[in-house]
């Protein structure tokens, strides 16, 4: 069955008031926000099956291409390098460009033979250079979660890191939790203030309203819903997923499912939603803002499961409505690039040739960019 359109629930004026309340409005932004998150986490879920395929069916196979191709360079290169007819200069060329590129492959392949020759041309041992990289984002780590990871954590694996910190920070938690109770055991020896009791009441007060308030939608649903008291077996079966979606609602606190339900058994109307009481009000949009957050986190979630799936750098923005043009504009510079390249492979045959591409190349090496190299 067609699930209910979000903005079909909203409370609109009547003739009797022109203005809605503040507490009206709030309800109906807050509808507008759970939209507005509930279409992107759907946009997510629909773009990212076609970008998967088309990540494996073509660009990935192209940058298979363009690692070989580039492999093959620094072999080229390796050899031209002790070629009669080149200066200082241009074997200074060779030695940086073999240790950019050299490195860059080793990183995504840990290639011993290339391994040896990046150590050869950069005058450094690659092991040595990542073991440090790793112990800086190590500390860099610690630092930002304020955790302790241990020797023994693997920084090459995500996975590890991640159960890592987690685990540490579960365990600090933890003991700050026994912290708390134990302030808040010492605190309930003291005789509290009569503000302090008032306080208490009005929050049990509230969270017991918020939890009838769904509570009471739910036994509504329920009770029409009850597979078990209808005969018709179509309209049992009928009945029996739509019971299976309010209960998820309930289980989720989601008041809104919970709503739509209503509307789309049309056991509320637009009247029902107008006249909701104030009090009522100020219970739903509490409610409401709880799931606004939990949205949030579910989309951030995602999206952070994205990046690193496809080695996205975590600052980059991410858009289900972009993923798709962007992938297409990289597999097209992709294949851009393994024309130039292997044009390039080319220039080895002939010395002037390789005398010109490296001058090229220089010119390309004094610029901070890298990805403006002809190649």
């Known amino acids: 069955m067609t699930r209910t359109n979000l903005r079909s629930i909203s409370i ?16 109906n932004t807050l509808i507008k926000q759970i939209e507005k998150r509930r279409a992107r986490l759907s946009a997510w879920e629909a773009a990212m099956p076609a970008f998967h395929r088309k990540y494996l069916s073509e660009f990935a196979p192209l940058e298979k291409i363009s690692s070989d191709l580039r492999t093959k360079l620094v072999y080229l290169l390796d050899q031209a390098y002790g070629q009669k007819g080149l200066t200082k200069s241009e074997r200074r060329t060779i030695a940086d460009l073999i240790s950019d590129l050299a490195g860059e492959l080793v990183a995504q392949s840990d290639d011993p033979e290339l391994k040896t020759i ?4 950069s005058e450094s041992d690659f092991d040595s250079e990542a073991a440090a990289e ?16 241990g020797d023994d954590v693997d920084m090459i694996s995500p996975e590890d890191v991640l159960q890592r910190a987690q685990a540490q920070m579960e ?11 134990a302030r808040e055991a010492r605190r309930t020896q003291r005789k509290k203030t009569p503000r302090q009791l008032a306080a208490e009441a009005r929050e049990q007060v509230e969270q017991a309203e918020l939890s009838l308030s769904i509570r009471e939608v739910y036994r509504k649903l329920a009770s029409a819903l009850h597979p078990d008291r209808e005969t018709d077996p179509q309209e049992r079966e009928r009945k029996t997923t739509l019971m299976q979606r309010a209960n998820q609602a309930y289980s989720k606190n989601s008041l809104l499912q919970l709503l739509e339900l209503q509307l789309e058994l049309e056991h509320i109307d637009q009247s029902a939603i107008n006249n909701i009481g104030e009090d009522r009000l100020k219970h739903y949009n509490k409610i409401l803002k709880e799931q606004v957050g939990e949205l949030d986190h579910e ?5 952070n499961g994205f990046k690193h799936s496809y080695g996205i750098p975590p600052f980059i923005d991410v858009s289900p409505g972009t993923i798709m043009r962007n992938l297409a504009a990289d597999i097209f510079s992709l294949q851009e690039s393994l024309h ?3 044009h390039d492979l080319h220039v080895f045959d002939d010395l002037e040739q390789l005398k010109g591409w490296l001058k090229s190349v220089k010119r390309s090496l004094a610029t901070p960019r890298f990805d403006d190299m002809p190649f």
Not at 118 to 121: A, F, Q, S, V
Not at 171 to 181: G, I, M, P, T, V
Not at 299 to 303: A, D, G, K, P, R
């Open 171 to 181: 365990q600090r938690q933890a003991q700050d939790a026994l912290e708390n109770e």
């Open 118 to 121: 990046y150590n050869r041309y």
């Open 12 to 27: 609109a004026p009547d003739h009797n008031k022109s203005n809605l309340s503040k507490g009206q409005k709030a309800f």
């Open 340 to 342: 130039a390249l292997e």
């Open 134 to 149: 790793l112990d800086d984002m190590k500390s860099a780590l610690e630092a930002m979660l304020g955790v302790e990871l």
């Open 299 to 303: 989309i951030l979630h995602v999206e």
